[in-house]
């Protein structure tokens, strides 16, 4: 069992992306992993997904409630940063800042900080950024200033790591997620606007009939490296600490 949160919080793991869906495809697995170990967990969309091409932003809205049941979610919700252009601005950071004052998780679950899209890069960014101003104390009443809901006292996650499925670089850690690979495909599959076969993007998106065998294959991977069956991978930038050699998982040879 890891150390939840504290009393005071509401979750005890919290994914911030920058869209609908993008938890479900990067830590959908561990997400539910931690749920299962009776931690509390969280999503923060940056996004409504108003620019997609595929459905609309309340369709996707409806998708992520259902996604989020799957998962099994404490809280999930989406903020109003504009589809296809998240900026890392003052304001900004402090919408997502005021909430991981409300929420007080314990672990953040970020975006790889290089990323294709640059709304995901962008996210990576500016979750660190609001982290690290949500535990300045001096800061408190530039927050109350700009938002005026919920608690606003300083809180600092103690953990940031960073979901590196679609990036080119070698994990930190894998997370086992063998006994929840189904769960996870039917969080991403909630999203029928998406990834239901339709003219609309067809040449964008991977068919229907593909995205199990992609998916399960990536988690195959990952899986693999740690010597389990399906994993998620995760980069972390801080040096790891062990306190017994025979207990490290993973054998060498």
Excluded at 169 to 179: A, K, M, N
Aim: hydrophobic share 40%.
């Amino acid at each position: 069992m890891q150390t939840p949160g504290g009393p005071d919080s509401l979750v005890d793991v919290l994914a911030i992306a920058a869209h609908r869906d993008d938890v479900e495809q990067t830590c959908g697995g561990t997400l539910l992993r931690m749920a299962a170990l009776g931690l509390r967990t969280g999503i923060l969309d940056l996004t409504q997904g108003e620019s997609g091409t595929r459905g609309s932003a309340a369709e996707r809205a409806a998708e992520a409630d259902e996604a989020a049941r799957i998962l099994g979610v404490q809280h999930r919700q989406a903020l109003d940063l504009p589809d296809g252009a998240v900026a890392n601005t003052l304001e900004n950071r402090l919408k997502v800042a005021q909430i991981v004052r409300e929420l007080r998780p314990r672990v953040v679950i970020l975006p790889y900080w290089e990323a294709r899209h640059p709304d995901h890069a962008t996210c990576s960014t500016l979750g660190y950024e609001a982290c690290f101003l949500a535990g300045l104390s001096k800061f408190e009443a530039k927050i109350e200033a700009k938002i005026e809901a919920g608690d606003t006292r300083p809180h600092r996650p103690f953990k940031i790591i960073y979901a590196s499925l679609y990036a080119d670089v070698r994990p930190s850690f894998v997370v086992d997620i063998t006994p929840f690979i189904e769960q996870r495909h039917a969080a991403l599959m909630a999203y029928r606007s998406q990834y239901a076969n339709q003219a609309q993007g067809g040449g964008l998106f991977v068919p229907e009939e593909e995205i199990r065998e992609r998916t399960f294959a990536e988690a195959r991977h990952y899986g693999l490296l740690a010597g389990v069956k399906y994993g998620e991978p995760f980069v972390q930038r801080e040096v790891g600490l062990v306190e017994d050699l025979t207990l490290i998982p993973v054998q060498s040879i």
